[in-house]
């Protein structure tokens, strides 16, 4: 693959522009000059920057890589950007005019507009270090562009990252989790992975952050572009760079990384390995990383309304005079199929009949290859008497400040998440006695579709006298895709209230110590602690 030489890159380009109008606003309005449109590549690609006012307080950039440049006269010209890349037809998503008072200096702005064009070299992006990004990213070789194209159309709209900043747990948590410990920020670089809204970059630079890279690669870069744009005092030290952080440059290493990869049951949307990336490329040695730790945690539960929930969806293919047609053939596939749904809804903690146990990932250490499959042994003694329907999971994550350690949690029982928690629900219950051992594993493992494919098996082994010499009594497994889930959060959900357990009596797991986990290097961990201090888990 051939780059350009480093010699023939430009930091820079300037020109003076008499007026500009942007052609969002309705007419079109035009800011008089004079004006100044600058190339360069300070953000990791070819880029257009218009100033829109004589201090050049606010600007609009156009990424040379979408844009395109018309004549509309001998001194005036069209700027727009292509749209979002999941519609069909070929639409802009911003565009400005622009208005020169020579043509001889509209005539060397074209100009200057198809040479930094060309740095956009046909295999990839020329970066502003001299080296050129593959087209064919690491990113691209495993997930399928399917599931990509609906993954960053989704988070390029306003409403869903709405939905996330009215999150106050989760908002609420980072926000604290900065700003106590403003000492690790103030004066740093910080890389935001997966930027979204930019509202975690704002966070960093209200903490008094040096320079925050805010790398987000779908359509939401342009809005948080436009919300930094509007927070003067932080957003001069916020670069907004559209990409991906498998395929971006910095002009510069990162002293901390900050990012929200968390999806459900954790690991869902595979950014977790993202966030493993930009650590390997962009953080130095030592480096701090907000959320530090993840932890998957996990205990049976018994929950019948929800079993014959679910077992009830698949009643309409018992019909045997469906319009004259038979449809109990697929009874059986239906059944299985519905219970091959993880449930994500918000349970009564009650409903669990053992303590809990964690899988804990240490972001600072874990390789991107160990997200590939996760492999979780499971062992609980049943505190009740009871039908086994499943797996309850949840997960929290720890940021590890040096003034404050916070923690984020999803658990039932705690203030509710966009997460909620997951439950895994077996088509076969087991029977289980007090004291009786219950084992198996959740196997995990990752797929294409920026999911994981998830293999429950759970026993009961023997119980009472001779239970020393083994054997297994039950066993019952299911086969469920993460990326598939029912979302039950607005059903109706009766409990009782007489339970051989007082509420979140079995949560209290969590706050036990772990083994030792010097072997990852997270044996700084701390657990939760319900201290005053910290009053967001």
């Given at each position: 693959m051939d780059t350009l030489p480093a010699e023939n890159m430009r930091h820079h380009q300037n020109f003076t522009v008499a007026s500009i109008s942007l052609?969002?606003?309705?007419?079109?309005?035009?800011?008089?000059?004079?004006?100044?449109?600058?190339?360069?590549?300070?953000?990791?690609?070819?880029?257009?920057?218009?100033f829109l006012d004589p201090e050049g307080q606010h600007s609009l950039n156009f990424d040379l890589r979408t844009a395109q440049l018309f004549r509309l006269g001998e001194v005036q010209s069209l700027c727009v950007s292509e749209g979002s890349e999941t519609i069909k037809e070929k639409t802009?998503?911003?565009?400005?005019?622009?208005?020169f008072k020579e043509e001889e200096e509209s005539s060397s702005f074209h100009d200057a507009f198809e040479q930094w064009k060309k740095e956009v070299v046909v295999q990839g992006s020329t970066l502003p270090n001299g080296t050129v990004s593959s087209s064919k990213s690491k990113f691209d070789d495993k997930i399928e562009a399917s599931s990509a194209k609906m993954y960053f159309h989704y988070y390029g709209q306003l409403l869903h990252q709405q939905n996330m900043l009215q999150d106050y747990v989760r908002t609420g948590s980072y926000y604290a989790a900065v700003i106590e410990n403003q000492v690790d920020f103030a004066g740093r670089v910080v890389v935001d992975v997966g930027a979204g809204s930019g509202i975690l970059s704002l966070f960093a630079a209200q903490a008094g952050a040096k320079h925050v890279y805010a790398v987000e690669a779908s359509e939401m870069a342009d809005y948080a572009q436009k919300l930094i744009a509007g927070n003067p005092i932080l957003g001069q030290r916020i670069t907004v760079i559209k990409g991906k952080v498998e395929d971006v440059e910095l002009p510069e290493k990162a002293d901390i990384l900050i990012s929200e990869p968390m999806g459900t049951l954790l690991v869902n949307e595979r950014m977790l390995e993202s966030y493993v990336i930009a650590r390997d490329r962009f953080l130095v040695p030592n480096g701090k990383m907000f959320p530090t730790v993840g932890r998957i945690h996990m205990a049976p539960f018994s929950d019948e309304y929800l079993y014959v929930e679910i077992a009830n969806k698949a009643l309409f293919w018992q019909q045997q005079n469906y319009y004259g047609v038979d449809l109990t053939a697929l009874h059986g596939t239906a059944f299985q199929g519905y219970f091959s749904q993880p449930v994500v809804d918000a349970f009564d903690p009650r409903l669990l009949v053992a303590p809990a146990v964690s899988h804990v990932i240490n972001f600072t250490t874990v390789k991107e290859e160990d997200l590939y499959e996760i492999n979780i042994p499971l062992k609980f003694i049943a505190s009740v008497g009871t039908r086994i329907h499943g797996l309850a999971c949840w997960f929290d994550v720890l940021f590890n400040g040096s003034t404050v350690q916070r923690w984020l949690t999803t658990a039932p029982g705690a203030p509710t998440t966009h997460?909620?928690?997951?439950?895994?629900?077996?088509?076969?219950?087991?029977?289980v006695m007090p004291g009786q051992e219950i084992s198996g594993h959740l196997h995990m493992i990752a797929h294409s579709a920026q999911s994981y494919t998830i293999n429950l098996t759970m026993s009961a082994k023997m119980w009472g006298p001779g239970a020393e010499q083994g054997g297994i009594l039950q066993t019952s497994s299911c086969r469920l895709d993460l990326k598939e889930p029912y979302y039950r959060m607005s059903q109706p959900q009766a409990y009782s209230v007489a339970q051989d357990q007082q509420p979140n009596q079995l949560l209290q797991s969590q706050?036990?110590?772990?083994?030792?986990?010097?072997?990852?290097?997270?044996?700084?961990?701390?657990?939760?602690?319900?201290?005053?201090?910290?009053?967001?888990?």
């Open positions: 052609l969002s606003s309705n007419p079109p309005k035009p800011v008089s000059g004079p004006l100044s449109a600058t190339f360069g590549s300070a953000s990791g690609f070819p880029e257009l920057q218009f802009y998503s911003k565009g400005v005019t622009v208005q997460w909620y928690q997951l439950r895994c629900v077996l088509s076969q219950p087991i029977y706050d036990l110590q772990l083994p030792s986990l010097d072997e990852d290097g997270s044996d700084f961990i701390q657990q939760p602690s319900n201290d005053s201090s910290v009053p967001i888990r």
